[in-house]
């Protein structure tokens, strides 16, 4: 800069162009006619000093103020970034904005209980040591219900309506109680309430109950049908059909030919249970509601159960409905083993026998050479288990719960072509995959005992704890048959010591 304020004042007010300069100078040369040649060569060449002079300081010193000035109106300037090329930004973290203050209260209930950000827990339902049906049973009855007096005050509010359901049955009414809660005790309380006053002459009536898995159309028409026909199941006619709505048209015409002395009263447990859903059972207990000889008296357990029935069946049932809530447990009689349910809802096989008391009350029923051949099988088992220290408890509990072994039943009764189908989860094969007796050794083991002398015997015996699910079988690589107890070390230890006794 020092440098330029040296120049002549035409040269500081020339613009940075040398061109431009020249053509300025010519024409302020050209005004000025006393200039003589010398003067403008010797003005031409101070110009082109000055302009090299001028090139050279912005060189070194930098740009001028005026050429800045220039250049901005052309072409912004960027201020250079201190970090490196390397450097990656920092990423501040967006703070939460705090909510107005003039929000309306539901919008800031809302906002104050937004999503937050997703949380995962390493715990998995594998990892649950989940409880045996023993120990089911005797944390069950140490347990006491803290709310056994509420419930008993809302079956005692409950049982101050009997005489008006009495009154809706003399009016060929049908009753349908509903609400939370097991009512099996408050129907068998209405049922002696029923008994109590007629007591000599005491109505008839049939309890169903329809939580029972096994429950059939045929077993609960027989009953009706031996009511109906005043005599036991096993003298029915046979002229009843085969068929269960002829059943159902031989029991209405002899209650319509013969009526009976008083109605005979029905009480159905759980009416909308997956046993009467199916078709047509639903149809078949409308048509006998419908009948005026007939009562009926259901429970109802789920929210939407009208809409399991058309408008003709709602039409014949004809029932009133009362809200009996009384908040009493399903378990363990409506809902069956709570153990079981809880390893099916876990993708886990349910056995249905209660350990060692429960293969002891099966081996009771069985012959001899049942006992005599599961006491060989369970031996050999441990036997197994002592030679192969690997083979720990732990292993066994894998059995028990572990859903990798589906028993398919077999071809035939006899039990031929009985496999079983092995899977392997999380891609690992569990140790107790590979305990079990191969079925040729125990056959030839149980045969040298004189246990069974025929390979039918043998099979249809091992077929009768395949039902009882007391033994589970699968094909290992060779495919040979793999035959194995779902019970623990100890269990099978308690067994063996039962049936040795």
């Not at 589906?406 to 899977?423: F, K, N, T, W």
């Not at 077929?463 to 699968?474: G, K, L, N, T, Y």
Request: proline letters at 7%; aromatic letters at 6%; one cysteine or more.
């Amino acid at each position: 800069m020092a440098a330029a304020a040296c120049i002549d004042p035409i040269v500081s007010n020339a613009d940075r162009s040398a061109r431009r300069k020249s053509a300025r100078a010519l024409t302020q040369r050209t005004a000025n006619e006393d200039l003589s040649e010398e003067n403008d060569l010797h003005e031409e060449d101070a110009l082109a000093k000055s302009i090299w002079d001028v090139e050279s300081s912005e060189e070194n010193d930098g740009p001028r103020e005026e050429d800045v000035e220039d250049d901005a109106a052309e072409e912004p300037i960027s201020t250079p970034s201190k970090r490196t090329p390397k450097q990656r930004p920092k990423v501040r973290r967006k703070r939460t904005p705090t909510p107005p203050q003039d929000l309306p209260p539901h919008e800031l209930y809302f906002f104050q209980n937004r999503a937050g950000n997703m949380k995962t827990s390493n715990n998995t339902l594998s990892s649950l040591s989940l409880l045996s049906h023993e120990q089911y049973h005797e944390q069950m009855k140490t347990y006491k219900d803290p709310h056994a007096s509420s419930t008993r005050v809302l079956h005692a509010l409950h049982s101050r309506s009997f005489p008006q359901w009495n009154f809706e049955f003399s009016q060929s009414f049908n009753i349908c109680l509903y609400g939370y809660g097991s009512k099996r005790h408050l129907v068998t309380s209405f049922a002696g309430h029923l008994h109590s006053l007629n007591p000599s002459t005491p109505p008839k009536i049939i309890v169903v109950n329809g939580y029972l898995p096994n429950l059939t159309i045929r077993q609960i028409l027989t009953i009706i049908a031996g009511v109906a026909f005043g005599s036991p199941p096993s003298s029915i006619p046979t002229k009843l059909g085969t068929q269960p709505r002829e059943i159902v048209t031989s029991i209405l015409t002899q209650i319509t030919t013969s009526p009976p002395s008083s109605p005979i009263h029905i009480f159905i447990n759980s009416l909308d249970a997956p046993p009467l859903r199916r078709a047509p059972i639903p149809s078949l207990l409308a048509l006998l509601a419908a009948n005026p000889h007939i009562r009926v008296l259901a429970t109802c357990d789920t929210p939407s159960f009208p809409l399991l029935w058309d408008a003709p069946s709602r039409e014949q049932y004809n029932f009133l409905f009362h809200d009996t809530t009384t908040y009493e447990s399903y378990a363990p009689v409506e809902v069956g083993s709570v153990v079981d349910e809880v390893n099916e809802l876990l993708g886990r096989s349910g056995r249905s026998i209660k350990g060692k008391e429960g293969v002891g009350f099966v081996l009771r029923s069985l012959p001899e050479n049942a006992r005599n051949l599961y006491r060989v099988l369970v031996a050999e088992l441990l036997a197994g288990m002592d030679e192969d220290p690997a083979h720990d408890h732990q292993e066994q509990d894998d059995i028990n719960d572990d859903d990798n072994f589906l028993v398919s039943r077999g071809q035939d009764e006899a039990g031929e072509g009985r496999g079983v189908q092995g899977s392997r989860r999380n891609g690992r094969a569990t140790a107790a995959a590979a305990a079990g007796i191969e079925y040729r050794s125990l056959y030839h083991k149980v045969v040298e005992d004189f246990i069974c002398t025929s390979e039918m015997a043998f099979r249809a015996l091992l077929q009768e704890f395949h039902d009882h699910r007391m033994i589970v079988s699968r094909r290992d690589a060779t495919g040979q048959e793999m035959l194995n107890v779902p019970f623990r070390r100890e269990e099978m230890e308690a067994i063996l010591e039962d049936l040795v006794s």
